[in-house]
């Protein structure tokens, strides 16, 4: 594995993201109230370029004491990036799809040295294999 230093944590902007291409795989490195994530530019729903979709508050229903809907929201806490081929969505702090857990974005270690952003990236990254993603039902 090796690090690579892409400059001053304070040149990312909040939320955003930096993409960073290593021998051919790309990355993306996501930063979101002062921490960092990043992950293989793979979705795993069809192979697209997940990270480079438009990044959104996350929409959330909040539930009144009673039971009711509180409306739809936009989050103020949590960020989401959607595949601009289908529309997937992961967090971009873990990753992980926002309806289906078991679907998440390959991570790799991100961190903030002198404050600087270093991302380690590993030698050699097997391809994933393209999963075929079925909503419910046979």
């Known amino acids: 594995m090796r690090e690579i230093d892409l400059g001053p944590a304070a040149a990312f902007d909040d939320p955003g993201r930096r993409l960073v291409d290593v021998d051919g795989t790309e990355f993306a490195v996501f930063h979101l109230r002062g921490e960092f994530s990043a992950f293989e530019n793979v979705c795993t729903h ?16 909040p539930i009144r004491a009673d039971g009711t809907s509180g409306g739809m929201q936009f989050s103020e806490t949590s960020y989401n990036v959607a595949c601009p081929w289908h529309g997937f ?15 998440r974005l390959r991570s790799t ?15 050699r ?3 994933p294999p393209v999963t075929q993603f079925q909503m419910g039902g046979a």
Request: aromatic share 6%; hydrophobic share 35%; glycine share 12%.
């Open 89 to 103: 969505e992961y967090d971009i702090r873990t990753g992980i799809h926002v309806g289906y857990p078991r679907f």
């Open 46 to 61: 069809m192979g697209g370029p997940a990270c480079q979709g438009k990044i959104l508050p996350r929409v959330e229903e």
């Open 109 to 123: 270690p991100v961190r903030v040295l002198d404050g600087n952003v270093l991302v380690t990236i590993p030698e």
């Open 125 to 127: 990254i097997p391809v």
